[in-house]
């Protein structure tokens, strides 16, 4: 319920403004894999770490501790923390992205100068075509500076662009 809370919540802030290109989240969602008693996906007030999510989570199985270092790392929005178990007694990390499909039914948008065309393609009303020369005109800019810049693709018109707007964002941050 959370979660759904969460996604319909920021839909509605998209319908609002306008702009999902200036997704600001005021809570992280986090997944949180591997070795721990509860995986699962979680939300989080930012800033938060590695030691925090893997808590949320119920903690570490009880055979393992954590290497030295790593608990204390940040994690960013929309990312997973996969704990492993190394052999020796001590939990290994492995951080990335939530899978797409997790992101979209979260609501959740997808950066559209990170995400791959397959990824591209799983989203609403992008076919795999589209979302390749998506990907071949983020090359041509080296990068989108705002969603506007979708126009500029062959196939994207303004009624296709405002739907694509609460699924796609641009982080110009990165």
């Known amino acids: 319920f959370l979660l759904t809370f969460y996604g319909w919540r920021h839909y509605a802030h998209y319908r609002q403004t306008g702009n999902s290109s200036l997704f600001l989240p005021t809570e992280f969602i986090i997944q949180v894999s591997g070795e721990v008693r509860n995986p699962g996906i979680y939300c989080f007030d930012p800033p938060v770490t590695v030691s925090e999510t893997v808590a949320g989570a119920g903690g570490l199985l009880p055979q393992l501790d954590p290497e030295p270092g790593w608990t204390r790392a940040e994690v960013a929005h929309a ?6 178990a190394t052999g020796d007694g001590l939990a290994g990390l492995r951080l990335g992205w939530m899978d797409v499909s997790s992101r979209l039914a979260l609501g959740v948008p997808l950066d559209l ?42 196939g994207i018109g303004p009624v296709r662009l405002k739907r694509l707007q609460e699924y796609l964002m641009v982080d110009t941050k990165n």
Do not use: W, Y
Not at 79 to 84: D, E
Not at 130 to 153: H, M, Y
């Open 79 to 84: 990312r997973r923390v996969h704990i492993t």
């Open 113 to 154: 100068n990170q995400a791959s065309a397959p990824e591209l393609a799983q989203v609403p009303g992008i076919t795999q075509a589209l979302a390749k020369r998506i990907v071949e005109q983020r090359i041509c800019l080296g990068g989108f500076s705002k969603l506007e810049d979708l126009r500029a693709v062959k």
